[in-house]
């Protein structure tokens, strides 16, 4: 098997591990961090809600361009 790290902020790291204690204890069980995200996945791929409108798309399609265009703003 092939381990692999990603780096998050410290905010988002915190946040995962208070998810992952509570479905830790709603399961009565302890999960490994794989364990762990392939339970978040699953439910993901499970929502019904994954469905956009064509609103909802257009106005997610326009707030990347606008913080692109604020991010190359910063860097530049």
Known sequence: M??????VSEDVKSQLEKLRRR???????????DDFFREVFKNIIASPNLTLSENEAETLIR???EGRRSWRRRSA
Request: net charge neutral.
């Open 63 to 65: 707030l990347t361009r």
């Open 2 to 7: 092939t381990y692999t790290t990603i780096a």
């Open 23 to 33: 479905m830790e204890i709603e399961r009565g069980m302890a999960l490994s961090w």
